[in-house]
């Protein structure tokens, strides 16, 4: 199975404050990474997809970056809905994994 | 608008089998993968196994041993068995669509999640 390792595991951070989220692969997963923001008692939302390309809908202050093994997700200016639990996953190949997870509080 | 909703039991004994439906509503299933996923309390994210709506399956290895995935296009649902269940399979389980974007795979839609305690 190919790990997945995010980090930090969580972070305080301030409304308005640059955030970056690191996932990196237990080994290159070319593009095939998706990330996801959990809340509280509901289910994952799908945010990018292919390591870079926003999905409809998701605020352009969210961004991705990366190739290989390692990348980030960037949320430039954070915002009160934006305080959740950020989730990196692979689709390189079988089984599809997912990072731990960073949680992003209010500090 | 793809919604998707999980149903069963939220109580299975330990040794029993989990049985969970997912409807699909608003698109059809075909040319679609649709996938279990599930989530231990306070824990992170596993994918069960995935099923595409012709019948083909792909299980994960650590769970292939106990786990089925079935569709029923003419119903809109899939169905999940994990049997030989044990108190480290209480989880919330989801459902969700396996779908390319930009020949990535991802978990576009997701149903609400069904939360399965499994005990005596």
């Known amino acids: 199975d190919i790990q997945m390792t995010q980090s930090p595991s969580s972070l305080s951070a301030s409304v308005g404050d640059r955030v970056t989220i690191t996932c990196r692969a237990s080994?290159?997963?070319?593009?095939?990474l998706n990330w996801y923001q959990q809340k509280p008692g509901k289910a994952p939302k799908f945010l990018i997809y292919?390591?870079?390309s926003l999905q409809s809908g998701v605020p352009s202050r969210f961004s991705g970056s990366g190739s290989g093994t390692d990348f980030t997700l960037t949320i430039s200016s954070l915002q009160p809905e934006d305080f959740a639990t950020y989730y990196c996953?692979?689709?390189?190949?079988?089984?599809?994994?997912f990072g731990q997870g960073t949680k992003v509080e209010i500090k | 608008q793809v919604q998707l909703q999980e149903s069963g039991p939220g109580l299975v004994k330990p040794s029993e089998t989990l049985s969970l439906t997912c409807i699909v509503s608003?698109?059809?299933?075909?040319?679609?993968?649709w996938s279990w996923i599930r989530q231990p309390p306070g824990k992170g994210l596993e994918c069960i196994g995935y099923?595409?709506?012709?019948?083909?399956?792909t299980y994960n290895p650590s769970l292939e041993s106990r786990v089925t995935i079935s569709v029923d296009t003419s119903k809109n649902q899939f169905s999940l068995k994990l049997n030989s269940v044990t108190a480290a399979d209480t989880a919330v389980y989801y459902c969700a669509r396996h779908h390319y974007y930009g020949s990535v795979f991802s978990f576009d839609y997701w149903g609400q999640g069904t939360l399965v305690t499994v005990s005596s």
């Open positions: 292919a390591a870079s």
């Open positions: 099923i595409y709506y012709s019948g083909s399956t």
């Open positions: 996953q692979q689709s390189y190949s079988n089984p599809r994994t």
């Open positions: 608003g698109d059809s299933m075909r040319n679609y993968y």
């Open positions: 080994q290159s997963i070319s593009n095939y």
